[in-house]
């Protein structure tokens, strides 16, 4: 069975300073992995998402998340963070192969401080 | 501009009655889903349809109804079987059923008075 965990509830980091949000997976094949950004009252956007092409993968708005299988994780990264990074962060993880089910983390809420 | 949209955004409804809430997506997507989130929690799957008139439940189904009549639409029924249903609504939509991705609305936020 696949499953999901966000090992942070909360991240407080401040402007300008680099944001770490960690989290583990757990499945039974090769998974595709994804992280989706939620601001207060909105739906979730797509951050980005690994499929095996590359270990490192590349999202929109700075962030990063690198695949260690040997970790069974993926955590998300970016450099700097911005006022606007604001929001809770999601870890997701594929369900059972060709369903197109989710399985989502609980979520990890990113402060920044000025 | 294409995308998924929902509403009503707030929506307040007495105990005991029924409620439907809407989902259009104007993607061509196959396959559409509705979560259900809690506050601190991730979002649980209610119901999801891979094709037009045909749906599955999901892990948290009892108290919610779906149907799925055109390609577009994939509207929810929250029922006065549902116990406690105050909670933040998600639609989402994916390519096919077999595609992962998926791409979200801007959800409803139902309370119960």
């Known amino acids: 069975a696949q499953s999901v965990t966000q090992l942070d509830s909360h991240v407080s980091v401040s402007e300008g300073t680099p944001v770490l949000l960690r989290c583990n997976y757990s499945s039974s094949y090769s998974p595709s992995l994804f992280w989706y950004v939620q601001h207060p009252n909105k739906g979730l956007q797509l951050l980005l998402k690994y499929t095996s092409a590359a270990t490192l993968v590349k999202g929109i708005n700075g962030f990063e998340a690198e695949f260690k299988k040997s970790e069974t994780s993926f955590h998300l990264t970016k450099p700097s963070a911005h006022m606007s990074d604001a929001a809770e962060y999601f870890c997701?993880?594929?369900?059972?192969?060709?369903?197109?089910?989710?399985?989502f983390g609980q979520g990890t809420t990113l402060q920044v401080k000025p | 501009d294409g995308g998924i949209t929902q509403s009503p955004k707030y929506l307040f409804r007495k105990e005991g009655q029924n409620v439907t809430l809407s989902c259009e997506q104007n993607?061509?997507?196959?396959?559409m889903y509705w979560y259900r989130q809690d506050p601190g929690q991730g979002l649980r799957l209610i119901y999801y349809?891979?094709?037009?008139?045909?749906?599955q439940k999901g892990d948290i189904a009892e108290g919610y109804s779906v149907s799925r009549e055109k390609k577009e639409s994939f509207p929810l029924t929250v029922t006065s079987a549902q116990k406690n249903p105050t909670a933040f609504y998600l639609c989402?939509?994916?390519?096919?059923?077999?595609?992962?991705?998926?791409?979200f609305g801007p959800g409803t936020r139902l309370t119960v008075l």
């Open positions: 993607l061509n997507h196959d396959a």
């Open positions: 989402a939509s994916s390519v096919t059923p077999s595609t992962d991705t998926q791409y």
């Open positions: 349809s891979q094709i037009v008139n045909d749906f």
């Open positions: 997701v993880v594929s369900g059972a192969s060709n369903t197109g089910k989710l399985i």
